[in-house]
């Protein structure tokens, strides 16, 4: 795993350390439960002591085509990026899906975040096309401009 990075199931008591980078408590709250009855898949990576990213897989897939797991809510605390722990999350959902039979996964990724589009770019990831995502969160909602890009599962993960 780079640089020390463990990847396991997210449990009730990450959910302070996650919501310090990833401040969305419903949306943890609701994924775990998710989580827990199988829909969904929750994660996080763990650095030594510090819980340093989260990612979700909804099995049912994305807004293109519900054949592909959506890797989704992908998130590394700000001071851990760029030693690797994105990458080994990804590659470690893409094992998962392989595990499970699925040849591909999907994700969206907003048009404006050329950081993470570079990334997914690099790890092989083509561009299905793009997307407007109308989302709701409680009381809140919003349009996002989006990609939908697709990787092959088993690629990804051996890489
Ligand atoms: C995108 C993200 C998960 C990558 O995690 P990471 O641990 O930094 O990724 P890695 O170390 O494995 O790979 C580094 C690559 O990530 C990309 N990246 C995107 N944002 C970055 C950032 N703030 N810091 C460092 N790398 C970033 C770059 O392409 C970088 O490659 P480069 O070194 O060639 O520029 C992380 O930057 C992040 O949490 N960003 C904010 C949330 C986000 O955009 N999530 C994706 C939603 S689709």
Redesign the pocket.
């Known amino acids: 795993m780079p640089d020390g990075f463990v990847i396991r199931d997210a449990v009730p008591g990450d959910r302070d350390a996650v919501l310090s980078f990833w401040p969305h408590p419903d949306r943890f709250d609701r994924r775990l439960a998710s989580s827990v009855s199988g829909e969904e898949s929750l994660l996080v990576a763990v650095h030594g002591d510090l819980t340093a990213?989260i990612v979700g897989i909804r099995w049912d897939g994305g807004c293109d085509d519900a054949a592909r797991p959506l890797l989704y809510a992908?998130?590394?605390r700000a001071e851990?990026?760029?030693?690797?722990?994105?990458?080994?999350l990804i590659r470690h959902v893409a094992g998962l899906v392989a595990d499970r039979g699925f040849a591909e996964l999907t994700?969206?990724?907003?048009v404006a975040?050329a950081?993470?589009i570079?990334?997914y770019h690099?790890l092989g990831f083509v561009t299905a096309g793009p997307h407007r995502h109308v989302w709701h969160s409680g009381k809140s909602c919003g349009i996002a401009d989006v990609l939908i890009m697709h990787g092959g599962a088993g690629d990804l993960a051996r890489r």
């Open positions: 990213g992908l998130e590394i851990q990026r760029g030693r690797g722990g994105g990458t080994a994700l969206e990724v907003e975040n950081g993470a570079r990334l690099r």
